[in-house]
């Protein structure tokens, strides 16, 4: 089954009004191929997500950081998904490996934001990923298959969900996983999504890689048959992400 390439830019914690302004305008006038062929999702600061969603053109789409694991209620500072759905935010980041680390979100809190945000109808980037310790000793797919099984278990609809391949030791440090090393990882990842979910969902279900991505080193990524695109964070706000987004067509 074909999976449609889908390039994600994560803003993280970002930009000023003017340097936003700037990013869309970069975005909205980019010659890309049309989102029938590559899924454009941006990832701003919530203070900024209903302005960027105003000003970005209507074939690329904006997605949240965050989102809370229930109900909005008595969670001072926390933004609910029942917020997002009403201000027509359609996707949201869940499991990114900064918010695991330095906000110790474990993976059952993390399956269980990914359940909460799916029944109120977001769609889910859901974010996996081994540290250089645990690379180094041997389990990156234990870990990752662990982090996936708290998430698989409590999704029920994949069409919603793109999970994202992101080595915590390639984040933002310069270090990209070489091309191999991804592929290597995404066709397991595929393999344990067949084994314990089923044969369509590990066919149709995204898994894309994020991780020091470039416009120098997108192509090559983007060639491995299991890399069904990116999350990009640094260079998301670089006219490079454009590159990125071509990267392959
Ligand atoms: C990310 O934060 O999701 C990310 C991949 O960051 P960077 O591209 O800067 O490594």
Not at 51 to 74: E, M, Y
Not at 78 to 96: D, K, R
Not at 128 to 152: D, H, P
Not at 163 to 168: G, H, I, M, N, S
């Amino acid at each position: 089954m074909a999976r449609k390439f889908f390039v994600g830019g994560n803003w993280k914690c970002n930009g000023t009004t003017e340097e936003v302004k700037k990013i869309v305008t970069t975005l909205n006038e980019a010659e890309v191929p049309s989102e029938d062929v590559v899924e454009v999702v941006v990832s701003p600061p919530f203070v900024f997500l209903t302005f960027v969603k105003s000003l970005l053109r209507s074939d690329f789409h904006v997605a949240a950081q965050n989102c809370w694991v229930r109900k909005g209620g008595a969670f001072t500072g926390e933004i609910s998904a029942e917020m997002l759905v009403n201000l027509s935010i359609p996707w949201v980041i869940i499991g990114h490996s900064e918010r695991r680390a330095l906000l110790n979100e474990s993976n059952e809190f993390v399956g269980d934001k990914v359940a909460y945000a799916l029944s109120q109808g977001l769609k889910v980037i859901a974010c996996i990923g081994e540290t250089l310790e645990e690379r180094e000793s041997g389990s990156t797919m234990a870990v990752v298959a662990a982090q996936t099984k708290a998430i698989a278990g409590k999704v029920t609809n994949w069409d919603n969900v793109v999970l994202a391949y992101e080595p915590v030791w390639v984040i933002g440090t310069g270090k990209v996983a070489t091309p191999a090393q991804a592929q290597e990882v995404h066709c397991e990842l595929r393999k344990w999504l067949h084994e314990n979910v089923g044969g369509d969902i590990a066919a149709s279900t995204r898994i894309i890689y994020g991780g020091s991505v470039n416009g120098a080193n997108c192509k090559e990524l983007a060639a491995q048959p299991d890399v069904d695109g990116f999350l990009v964070g640094g260079a998301s706000l670089k006219p490079e992400f454009v590159d990125i987004i071509k990267a392959a067509t």
